[in-house]
């Protein structure tokens, strides 16, 4: 039971067609792969890879904010509810063997850094750049492509 | 997907044979009912309830006190892992729309405690008997066996 | 600095005047002994004993369920919000170097339960019974006043 | 009592003298101005600020991620423990009417980014700059100096 591979997805809660199509991308490809799928449970990317990953036969965990299942999207399989409110985010990235991270605003920023924090893999699509005053390193890998997202956070996660 | 039943099982870790056969005969009767199991995800009581579960078919969700996913026992069909301690103890019964308790010590109180506190019904096969100082009722429904335990708690649950 | 005693106390909402009189006492005097008092911050128990603390110029700290100071009662030194709800409970008693639980309903035997898992000494003035299925001992220590009550405490916090 | 300002303070952990130097001038103005510091309790920026903050009479909470005070350093009034390792990053920003940020690595983004969430204002003194993909605002307000670190928060604290 222990070998299924977790991927946590985050990112923008509020999202343009291209970036939904993204997400969805992301899911079915995760699905594809056997690896379960954790988000925050909610809306926008959480939404779109959850919707895509149940619709190509995958598993979605949603962990949610607040007390109640009626919080959380359509395309959960199964949800935990926390009674945390934002500081749930920690459990989501914490969950993931691999973080992959689409758009985004602060919430999305504040999982990031979590999963850097807990030295989990971070894989972005057109997400934060993120710059250190004196650092010049690149945290999050950067890449271009859903396939490209899924197929680095798989190799990473496995890593 | 929002009309699945969760019901928490908590419980001793340490448990003798009497109680691991009742654990486990709870767990394949909520199985059975379609219900998704949630516990602490470890040992005794936890690891039984998910045996008995797993083995019926069901599907049992184990919510983890540290950071790794080896913490859990080998009948978890997906973990979550939390890193709040015993301050997990918390959203394995806020994730319950009734509990089961059996058996069990201050784990298991402080469980039976904090569903009492949000009002989640809970069911008591050989545990904790409540007595305030200067009140009477009795707030955990007693029942005798892991078949009217499940009934009970699955009445309750639809309430 | 490291050398402040810290007694966290527990205690009902929704108290009488014996009560409330029985809390202010144990601040008042928790206040004369140096010790720092660690509450949940808001009513009953937690005022009364935060205001016999301060009016005899001792410190209180308030350990906030929500997100605003506003919340917290007016004989609070310091207060911390946490955005936990009843889950900050855990934080409450944790931070004390013993327990005083005084009447109380569920949440007090929740916040007992989790000292007794931490190891943490209990001391109850009017509370919670616990009585284990198969166990005889008795895991708060009693006392009838608030002089015994914080005597106790104090002995045992010092361990 | 509720007219007490709170600032909370984060930064590196592992800082030149450089900018402990700026930490601690951060935390003798706060206490000058009669503002509560909060931090995280423990080295490098949180101990640096402390110090100078207790030095100059003021009071410094730290919001430790352990359950033992002894993880604390040297210059805190009080500390509270919360066993939520990194995830008390959460409760440290929470609890300041404003932020200030020097130097720091990837827990301090996320502090920072869990107070913008909050709406928490954050002022930043060489630390992260925080570029969105598509956003050209400017989240943190960059200052030069800790004079006008301690001037900005206060301002935008009591906003």
Chains 1, 2, 3, 4 share one sequence.
């Not at 923008?12 to 954790?38: F, K």
């Not at 959380?72 to 973080?99: E, K, Q």
């Not at 920023?109 to 690149?138: F, K």
Request: hydrophobic share 45%; glycine share 14%.
């Amino acid at each position: 039971v222990s070998t299924i591979r977790y991927i946590a997805v985050v990112g923008g809660t509020d999202v343009d067609e291209a970036v939904t199509s993204h997400a969805e991308e992301v899911g079915r490809l995760l699905a594809r792969a056997g690896a379960v799928v954790v988000t925050g449970g909610r809306q926008g990317v959480s939404a779109a890879v959850s919707r895509g990953a149940v619709e190509a036969g995958g598993i979605t965990l949603g962990i949610l904010p607040g007390r109640s299942r009626e919080e959380g999207n359509h395309w959960l399989s199964y949800s935990v509810v926390t009674d945390l409110g934002d500081t749930r985010n920690a459990i989501v990235v914490m969950n993931g063997d691999a973080v992959i991270a689409l758009d985004g605003a602060y919430g999305t920023l504040n999982e990031i850094a979590r999963a850097l924090i807990d030295g989990v893999p971070v894989v972005g699509l057109g997400t934060w750049e993120l710059r250190r005053h004196a650092v010049d390193d690149e945290a999050v890998v950067r890449v271009s492509t859903p396939e490209e997202a899924v197929e680095t956070a798989l190799r990473l996660a496995a890593g």
